[in-house]
């Protein structure tokens, strides 16, 4: 299916602007660390730019390997639509990039519900992570992001319930709703209430039977970004200990986005990683985004079909 005319004009507006915002770090991190030898900038870019891009090639796999079951994506088009939409994850602030990220899996693969069941996997693995280096940095006498911790930690434990308990919830509902009740608006629930616990199910399924992909995936993700940051760091001159590094790392998801957008000054540390992990993102862009765009064909209306179909049970006792 070839890409409609106004999204080739969009993505061409895109790429655009993100090569000015690469070309405008990198002219701005001049002044943000001085005078950089051209050995240490292509040292940078070789190794910290390949370190980040291979945790990229990994985080698309990891969104693959939940896609695929979830969403009836072919491997090799959820891995583009990863890559497609990686670099508004540097520009975002908030995390707004989850919402082009969400809009490119229901089109790819014409569920929203599934979409968003899909990402909620995936970054959930990444908040575990995070949850995990931010308790290392206290142990370690680093202070500064308790409240993102406690949220961390409590959106962990609702998505456990949902995933745990919500399935068994909503089948008692189901049950009460198909003895007692026997109007029209029970259809209605009874039909939103299979198709969120038939949807849970599912994402619990692909949990389990993913979980060690998804653990050794994420574990060699955060050593890849680690050893990015530990580049950045040795460049200016900071020995890269565990703690520094981790440190660094947190800033950057803070930092980059204000350097970036707004060009406002940010630590050389955190300048050099920003421009490290702005280019290969950048470079990846370039290459998958009009493949990626021709080969985006959504399914909406099997999806509409598999995703909400009336629940057998309620159909055959009203036959």
């Known amino acids: 299916m070839t890409c409609p005319p106004q999204r080739r004009g969009i993505a061409l507006a895109t790429g655009l602007a993100f090569v000015v915002m690469a070309a405008r770090t990198a002219i701005g991190i001049r002044s943000a660390i001085g005078v950089l030898p051209a050995s240490s900038l292509c040292l940078l870019l070789l190794t910290g730019g390949g370190l980040y891009l291979a945790s990229h090639g990994l985080r698309a796999v990891r969104l693959a390997v939940i896609a695929v079951p979830l969403l009836d994506l072919t ?3 959820a891995i583009m639509l990863h890559l497609f939409v990686a670099p508004w994850s540097l520009i975002m602030p ?3 990039d989850e919402l082009v990220r969400v809009n ?4 790819a693969g014409g569920s929203w519900p599934r979409a968003v069941m899909t990402l909620l996997i995936d970054r959930t693995m990444d908040a575990v992570l995070l949850l995990g280096l931010i308790l290392v940095l206290h142990a370690g006498g680093i202070g500064g992001n308790a409240l993102l911790a406690v949220m961390l930690g409590a959106a962990l434990l609702v998505i456990c319930a949902t995933f745990l308990g919500l399935p068994i919830v909503l089948e008692l509902v189901q049950r009460h709703v198909f003895a007692h009740h026997y109007h029209a608006h029970a259809a209605r629930v009874l039909h939103v209430t299979d198709t969120v616990r038939r949807l849970l199910i599912r994402g619990r399924t692909t949990i389990v039977t993913t979980a ?4 050794l995936s994420s574990l060699c993700i955060a050593a890849l970004e680690l050893a990015a940051a530990a580049t950045a760091l040795r460049l200016t001159g900071t020995a890269p200990g565990a703690l520094s590094t981790i440190n660094l790392l947190l ?3 803070n930092d980059s986005w204000r350097m970036i957008v707004f060009n406002q000054p940010v630590d050389p540390e955190v300048a050099l990683l920003t421009l490290a992990f702005l280019v290969p993102l950048l470079i990846s862009w370039l290459l998958v985004a009009l493949p990626y765009l021709d080969s985006r064909t959504p399914s909406r209306r099997l999806a509409m079909r598999r995703d909400n179909g ?3 049970a309620f159909a055959a006792r009203e036959a």
């Open 75 to 77: 491997l090799r088009k």
């Open 94 to 96: 908030l995390k707004l």
């Open 104 to 107: 490119e899996l229901s089109v």
């Open 212 to 215: 060690p992909f998804l653990v």
């Open 251 to 253: 800033r950057r998801t």
């Open 310 to 312: 009336a629940p057998a």
